[in-house]
């Protein structure tokens, strides 16, 4: 297991340079949200990111109109650990956010954790795969009720890095 791990960073982040990404997501429907009345639909996000030897920043805004009968929007920051393949075109990522949700009005937190993966090609595009959990409290908004709740997504990316 040591000499894997001592293989992955020798032939991988250590020679990697920074790079700056921005990219446009959707996300496919937690199961929990659906009901007789809502099914999900169109909803879309972006982001910033800068992206180091080891670490990663980023900050995100996503946007989802008449989710539950009541448009959703957030914006978050993070950062985490990335692991990027010798002539980086393969990245794998794992960290954690914190945010706010805008529904009927700012004041509902969010905080979660994710894990994605990353293609680079030469051309200044890149796809992304990420899967997220989230724990968030706009919920007193379409349930009446302030309990929390969580929600695990998985989203497709479109960007650009440079």
């Known amino acids: 297991m040591k000499k894997l791990i001592l293989l992955l ?3 991988s982040t250590l020679i990697a340079q920074e790079r700056f990404t921005f990219g446009i997501n959707t996300e496919l429907a937690d199961k929990n949200a659906h ?3 809502f099914d999900y639909g169109f909803n879309i996000g972006s ?3 800068l992206q180091g030897d ?3 920043v ?3 805004v996503f946007w989802f109109p008449g989710l539950n009968d009541v448009s959703y929007f957030d914006f978050d920051g993070g950062g985490g650990l990335n692991w990027r393949s010798k002539f980086d075109e393969h990245r794998v990522y794992i960290g954690a956010f914190i945010g706010a949700i805008n529904r009927l ?3 509902h937190g969010k905080a979660g954790v994710e894990l994605g993966y990353d293609y680079y090609f030469d051309n200044g595009f890149y796809l992304g795969l990420k899967t997220d959990y989230q724990y968030k409290h706009d919920d007193k908004i379409w349930r009446n009720k302030e ?3 969580s929600v695990k997504s998985i989203g497709l990316i479109f960007g650009l890095h440079w």
């Open 105 to 107: 009005g700012w004041g």
């Open 58 to 60: 980023r900050a995100r």
């Open 147 to 149: 309990s929390g709740h």
């Open 9 to 11: 960073f020798a032939s």
């Open 54 to 56: 080891l670490f990663y």
């Open 35 to 37: 009901n007789n009345n």
């Open 47 to 49: 982001h910033i990111e």
